[in-house]
C-alpha cells in the first residue's frame, strides 16, 4: 500500500486535523491556520490549502469505499436527486446530488449544463457505484425523465411539492463551506471540494436530532476514531489524538 505520509515531516495526526477543520466546517484557509496557531502549531493558510489539495481525495476515497460497500448490502430503494446552482467567475454550473432515503450522500457530480446529457452522466455514474434504485424522487426538471427513458428506468420516477426536501436540505452544508470560501474559482476545484466534503459529512453526520445522547456519543467518538486511522501507516501510528493533549511533544515535532 502507498504511503501518503512518506515525505512529509509533520505528524499525519496534524494533517488530519487540518483536513477536518477545513472540510468539515464552514472556516476560511486563514481562520484555520489562526486556530492551529492557538493550538502551536505553526503552519501557513497556503499549507492549509495544500493539504487538503493532497490529502481530502485520499481520506475521502477510503471512506467512500467502505461506505459503498456497505451500501450494496441493502436495496436502494429510494433516492431524492437535486440540482443546485453555483457561480464559477460569473458563469453558472450545475452541482447534482443524489441523496438516500436516510439523507446520505451518495453523489456529487459538477456540469456546465442542466440537460438530458448531463442528467444522464449523472445518473450514470450514481447507479453504477450503487446500482439502481426502486425509487427516485426528482424536481420537475424535464432533463431527469428523458435520462430516465434512456436508462429504462422511467417508471420509478416521482415529482410532487415538498417530496424532495431531503435533497433540498442536503445542500446547505455545502452552501454554508462555498460562503466560506467566498465562492469558487475552477470548476475542477469544485468537483473535488464537493466530493471531499459529501464523504466527510456522511462520515461525521450521526443524525443528532434522532437519537439519545449517550448513543449520538458513542456514534460520534467511533466516527472520529475511524478518521484518525485513515491512510495510518500501521496501527502503532500515535499522535497527540491518543496522548488527550494537543500540546503534546508529538504534535510539534
Sequence with gaps: MRKPFRYFKTSPDIIRLTVIMYVRYPLSLRQVEDLLDERGIDISYETVRAWWNRFGPIFAAEIRKKRVAAHRNWTQWRWHLDEVFVRINGETHYLWRAVDHEGEILE???????DRKA????????MKRYDRPKTAVTGRLRSYRAAMKEIGNEACQETGRWL????????????????????????KILQKLASVHA???????????LNHRDLFKKNRSAALAEWRQLAALSSSTSGFFETGSIYSDNALT
Excluded: C, G, W, Y
Design 108 to 114: 456529487a457530480f459538477v456540469t456546465k449544463r442542466r
Design 164 to 187: 424532495n426536501n431531503r435533497a433540498e436540505n442536503s445542500h446547505q452544508p455545502f452552501r454554508r463551506r462555498e460562503r466560506a470560501m467566498a465562492r469558487f474559482r475552477d470548476i
Design 199 to 209: 464523504s466527510i459529512h456522511n462520515h461525521f453526520n450521526q443524525d443528532r436530532h
Design 119 to 126: 442528467a444522464l452522466r449523472f445518473l450514470k455514474k450514481a
